[in-house]
């Protein structure tokens, strides 16, 4: 079992809608979790992360961690084209500050 | 603030020569460094994990004698692929972390590498 599942196919979205990803960890003693954007032929930008229960809003983004369940998800509201991109979930694992990458999964946003 | 360098940002290079790619942390002190291969369409493999002052640890699968790791100051590191060959052709990017307490990694630019 990976550390970190990102399972979703490729996802598209009308612009203004919710995009909503999901993720998965096996660890249940990770403690931190973090959402980055990659665009094509660029390096990954985080944008949040979050290690307690519960929702973390930061503008149009608002990152969920349900320990109970094991699952993380980033929700964007108001999806602009410009979200279009790669979103890639990520676990610390372990007693070290090692990242487990999930796959990542592909937002199209639809003008 | 947190903002990381890479340099070159893209080579090409001859069979058989090395590569120095340089990985800087500009505004926060970096007390571990990571090096990333991605492949087109595929997600990241993590290379390696370097602190400073530290010998790096390599991941599984991944030769440490060709892939040199130099971690010498809480601002820099260093990636030299040594013996290059085409295979070797990649997206290679860094990431730096240290600034948060929750351990959340910033990454550089990349470095696109490709050996003819």
């Known amino acids: 079992q990976k550390e970190v599942e990102q399972n979703s196919g490729p996802l598209s979205v009308p612009e203004g809608a919710i995009a909503s990803l999901n993720c998965t960890y096996s660890?249940?003693?990770?403690?931190?979790f973090f959402w980055y954007r990659q665009y094509s032929g660029k390096s990954p930008e985080l944008i949040m992360f979050?290690?307690?229960?519960g929702d973390k809003e930061d503008g149009r983004f608002t990152a969920q961690l349900n320990k109970a369940s094991q699952y993380v998800s980033l929700l964007i509201r108001d999806s602009q084209p410009s979200d279009s991109a790669t979103y890639l979930c990520?676990?610390?694992?372990?007693?070290?500050?090692?990242?487990?990458f999930g796959k990542g999964n592909q937002v199209v946003v639809i003008p | 603030g947190a903002v990381v360098s890479q340099h070159p940002s893209r080579v090409i290079c001859k069979s058989g020569t090395s590569v120095k790619i340089e990985c800087r942390s500009l505004?926060?002190?970096?007390?571990?460094m990571f090096w990333y291969r991605q492949f087109p369409k595929q997600s990241l493999m993590l290379m390696a994990t370097?602190?400073?002052?530290?010998?790096?640890?390599?991941e599984q699968g991944v030769e440490k004698d060709k892939f040199l790791i130099n971690h010498a100051s809480l601002t820099l590191s260093t990636l030299t692929v040594t013996s290059a060959h085409p295979e070797d052709s990649s997206f290679y990017i860094c990431?730096?972390?240290?600034?948060?307490?929750?351990?959340?990694?910033?990454f550089g630019p990349g470095t696109r590498l490709t050996v003819t």
């Open positions: 990431s730096a972390s240290g600034q948060g307490g929750n351990y959340e990694q910033y």
């Open positions: 660890d249940r003693g990770s403690q931190s």
């Open positions: 979050i290690y307690s229960n």
């Open positions: 990520a676990g610390r694992v372990g007693g070290n500050n090692r990242l487990a």
């Open positions: 505004d926060f002190q970096a007390t571990t």
């Open positions: 370097s602190n400073e002052g530290s010998k790096a640890t390599y």
